[in-house]
T-cell receptor, first 111, second 115 residues
């Protein structure tokens, strides 16, 4: 799996958009970008994934650059419950492929 | 959506005893499940890949005789920590799923404390 680079921590004001960057410059053509988050002492939660097009779901938006070397996860209106560690992972299409977790970004949403 | 149930959520055991952790896929069949371990303030580290009906594949440095994995059905994988020591105290998490390319679902984790 390609490696990813994320800032160790970020702060965001409650109600504002949280933009979490991720660099994955060695991503292969058949690898997807997955985002998960882990709230303290819980299992990781799937957020969103994409290959090359931008994606949006009820939780977040994923913006992938045209060269696919970086991406940004956007939480449009952050709440206190969004405080968590966010992991950006590149992997082949889910199924039997393991996910390798990096250190992630600790997002703190501030009242 | 896919649901993975992990049990127990917390367990305290004495050194030298064995502990079994269960991971169940509730609404789908999982031929492959993954077991992770997470120490405080660290990221998840993959321990092993559990394959239904065959032997598990362990990551380098993980003792297969200490961490026994059984995946006897398409909905259940178990991790048994044998002869537990205090250094085995950790947060153990399983995952499964990935149907149709969607993300894996993770269990809620098991906090193991060996005293």
């Amino acid at each position: 799996d390609a490696k990813t680079t994320q800032p160790p921590s970020m702060d965001c004001a409650e109600g504002r958009a949280a933009n979490l960057p991720c660099n994955h410059s060695t991503i292969s053509g058949n690898e997807y970008v997955y985002w998960y988050r882990q709230i303290h002492s819980q299992g990781p939660q799937y957020i969103i994934h994409g290959l090359k097009n931008n994606e949006t779901n009820e939780m977040a938006s994923l913006i992938i650059t045209e060269d696919r070397k970086s991406s940004t996860l956007i939480l449009p209106h952050a709440t206190l419950r969004d405080t968590a560690v966010y992991y950006c992972i590149v992997s082949q299409r889910a199924g039997s492929y393991q996910l390798t977790f990096g250190k992630g970004t600790k997002l703190s949403v501030i009242p | 959506g896919a649901v993975v149930s992990q049990h127990p959520s917390r367990v305290i055991c004495k050194s030298g005893t064995s502990v079994k952790i269960e991971c169940r896929s509730l609404d789908f069949q999982a031929t492959t499940m993954f077991w992770y371990r997470q120490f405080p303030k660290q990221s998840l580290m993959l321990m092993a890949t559990s394959n239904e009906g065959s032997k598990a594949t362990y990551e380098q440095g993980v003792e297969k005789d200490k961490f026994l994995i059984n995946h006897a059905s398409l909905t259940l994988s178990t991790l048994t920590v044998t002869s537990a020591h205090p250094e085995d105290s950790s947060f153990y998490i399983c995952s499964a799923g990935g149907q149709s390319g969607y993300g894996y679902t993770f269990g809620s984790g098991t906090r193991l404390t060996v005293v």
